[in-house]
């Protein structure tokens, strides 16, 4: 597990470079990343990430398998 954790770390801390993007605990768990203050995606724990796509990247993605729904 511990791969997957360097994983996820590298990609918080790509996505806290972008402009006004902050990071808190998800209501939910986990920890959730905004944009102005909007829900943009989350992570929850070492397995799940949940990144909205528009629906024909989300329909690639999936019949590619490299994403799981």
């Not at 996505?15 to 992570?43: C, N, Q």
């Not at 990144?51 to 990247?57: A, E, I, S």
């Amino acid at each position: 597990m511990k791969h997957i954790g360097n994983i996820l770390e590298s990609v918080k801390k790509e996505i806290l470079s972008w402009p006004r993007v902050t990071a808190e605990p998800h209501r939910f768990g986990g920890l959730e990343f905004k944009y102005d203050k909007r829900e943009m995606e989350y992570i929850h724990g070492n397995t799940v990430v949940d990144f909205p796509f528009p629906l024909h990247l989300r329909k690639e993605l999936v019949s590619s398998g490299k994403v799981l729904v």
